[in-house]
């Protein structure tokens, strides 16, 4: 791996067995991980943190916002944010933004590592 980690992920999980190993091989791929249990947490690190190059979020979370909402605010904040979603099962329809990725539950790391990297070719339309 070079010295500097490709791309800042945040990765917003709150199983936290899920994010825990999810973390630990996006890290062992060479990536910088921010972890997050909930929306308010990951807008709080979007908020002070410059270097978040993708936003990595389940759908279903506990709190105000779910994945959909934090993703809208995300992109708000910061237009052109590459988002990732993943979910299990969710009963509310698709809200996916622009340029953003859907995961259903259970994924491969590998498969999530590939999507990161696609993100290096420029913004999706």
């Known amino acids: 791996m070079s010295g500097t980690p490709q791309h800042r992920i945040l990765m917003v999980e709150d ?5 825990e190993v999810i973390t630990a091989d996006l890290e062992d ?12 947490a990951a807008m709080t ?3 002070t943190e410059a270097s978040i190059d993708i936003l990595f979020t389940d759908i279903r979370l506990p709190g105000e916002m779910d994945g959909w909402q934090l ?8 237009p052109g944010l590459p988002v990732i979603y993943a979910t299990g099962f969710t009963q509310t329809p698709p809200r996916l933004i ?3 990725l859907f995961f259903t539950k259970p994924y491969r790391a590998a498969a999530l590592i590939k999507a990161i990297r696609s993100f290096e070719a420029g913004p999706r339309q």
């Open 29 to 40: 791929a060479g990536f910088s991980v921010f972890p997050a249990a909930t929306a308010e």
């Open 15 to 19: 199983e936290s067995l899920l994010l």
């Open 98 to 100: 622009a340029g953003s």
């Open 45 to 47: 690190i979007l908020r």
């Open 71 to 78: 993703a809208e605010a995300a992109r708000t904040l910061r």
